[in-house]
């Protein structure tokens, strides 16, 4: 799977408001309901089990990236949102750093295969230092949806 | 006593492991991996067909994205290679990171 295959290119924002989780998990949720992925009826409830799902665990694995995301009934395909913080965000990740950089996945429940390839896709790039660097300096929404798509498309990016 | 010191005397050790719980591996379960690998001081290496990945690292391990029915290999190497494999087998065939295997497809077999 791609990053185009499940990113909504429309909901990619730049310059996160929130400081904190959950707020930047609100942001994003509401990004993928702006973008026409998700009806705005079922914000809270995904905005909800999306904060529970990080209680348990947090997906900030280090490295200023976190991937908060869940299985909900509300998708019949992998859809996700790229937010960017340029001061950070405290998501009570693995090694204590503020976090840059968060793609929010929200997985189609009875498919758990599509989530897998869904986060195969994200870590395969996330665990690469030039593109953290690159999305953590990219300042437009524009910017960001060119990263995604050189990486997709140019096997020689890294 | 001298310990038996072949070529191999911290050799590594392998082992072939099959994901059986449902959701396959995805990040809870990656976690529990790891989380049970750096209790061995041996290093651990796990692979599928394309990819060969630090079985210490979350994000690397995530990365193997391995679906239910996927067989992994693991690769141990140090002093505690042994007891490393068996712990990292258990947890993923017998324990299936606490989660439930795939429900039966056919109710009729």
Known sequence: MKFSDFICFKAIIPELKAKDRDGAITELVNALVKGGKLKSSQSAEIIKAIVKREKEASTGMGKGVAVPHVKHLAVKEAIAAVGRSSRGINFSSLDKQPVYSVILLISPVDNPDKHLQAMENIFKHLQQEKFRKFLRQSQTAEQIEELLKEVDENPSFY | ?109
């Open chain 2, 1 to 109: 006593m001298w310990p038996k010191l072949s070529s191999e005397s911290k050799g590594a050790v392998e082992a072939e492991v099959e994901i059986r719980n449902a959701d396959g591996l995805h990040m809870r379960p990656a976690m529990q991996f790891v989380d049970v690998a750096t209790k061995f001081t041996s290093d651990i290496t796990v692979s599928n067909k394309e990819n060969s990945v630090d079985g210490k690292s979350i994000m690397q391990m995530s990365m193997l994205a391995a679906t239910c029915g996927t067989k992994l290999k693991i690769r141990a190497q140090g002093p505690d290679a042994q007891q490393a494999i068996d712990a990292l087998r258990e947890l993923v065939e017998v324990k299936m990171f606490g989660e439930p295997p795939p429900r039966a497809k056919n109710s009729n077999k």
